[in-house]
T-cell receptor, first 111, second 114 residues
Framework: AQSVSQHNHHVILSEAASLELGCNYS??????LFWYVQYPGQHLQLLLK??????LVKGIKGFEAEFIKSKFSFNLRKPSVQWSDTAEYFC?????????FGRGTSLIVHP | SAVISQKPSRDICQRGTSLTIQCQVD?????MFWYRQQPGQSLTLIAT?????????ESGFVIDKFPISRPNLTFSTLTVSNMSPEDSSIYLC???????????FGQGTRLTVV
């Protein structure tokens, strides 16, 4: 069975601070990894994804994530957050045909 | 990509009644899923909607409580039956082309049972 663990459930930052959200997964086979974002009042949308190749992937709005296979991790990073990054962030894996989501991290960015 | 329209966006229902949520995708997709999302919780998969056959339910969810239809590749419905306040939640429709593609989501249905 596959599982996803997000370590930070609530994160509060000031604008321009750096962000790193942890994500660890458990799955025995080849995985596809995703970060989704849900802005207030909006639907879930893809932030970035990793299928293969360069383990450092870049997504929209300056976000990036690094796949570290030895650590079973796929942490999300952004060097300088903005107020508009306030949202819920979900890590997900797609090892089997059904994606499995982490619990989510609520990020609040103060202006 | 796929655009998913889900309705209603929200509803307040009396306990003991049923609500049917509709999900329309603008393109043919291989898989459609229904999730429940409660505040501070992860997305919990209710079932996989199978086209032309009975849905595949996850542990803890049963067809009598959450009947699902998928008459074609672009449309599915989820019914929450005999509702109780514990069913108050956000219900999400999701679709994807295949296992190695991203999932797309509807805007969700916020259900409150009183």
């Amino acid at each position: 069975a596959q599982s996803v663990s997000q370590h930070n459930h609530h994160v509060i930052l000031s604008e321009a601070a750096s962000l790193e959200l942890g994500c660890n997964y458990s799955y025995g086979g080849t995985v596809n990894l995703f970060w989704y974002v849900q802005y207030p009042g909006q639907h879930l949308q893809l932030l970035l994804k990793y299928f293969s190749g360069d383990p450092l992937v870049k997504g929209i709005k300056g976000f990036e994530a690094e796949f570290i296979k030895s650590k079973f991790s796929f942490n999300l990073r952004k060097p300088s957050v903005q107020w508009s990054d306030t949202a819920e962030y979900f890590c997900a894996i797609g090892g089997s045909y059904i994606p499995t989501f982490g619990r989510g991290t609520s990020l609040i960015v103060h202006p | 990509s796929a655009v998913i329209s889900q309705k209603p966006s929200r509803d307040i229902c009396q306990r003991g009644t049923s609500l049917t949520i509709q999900c329309q995708v603008d393109s043919q997709v291989t898989m459609m899923f229904w999730y429940r999302q409660q505040p501070g919780q992860s997305l919990t998969l209710i079932a996989t909607a199978n086209q032309g056959s009975e849905a595949t339910y996850e542990s803890g969810f049963v067809i009598d409580k959450f009947p699902i239809s998928r008459p074609n590749l672009t449309f599915s419905t989820l019914t929450v039956s005999n509702m109780s306040p514990e069913d108050s939640s956000i219900y999400l429709c999701s679709a994807q082309g295949y296992r190695d593609t991203e999932a797309f989501f509807g805007q969700g249905t916020r259900l409150t049972v009183v």
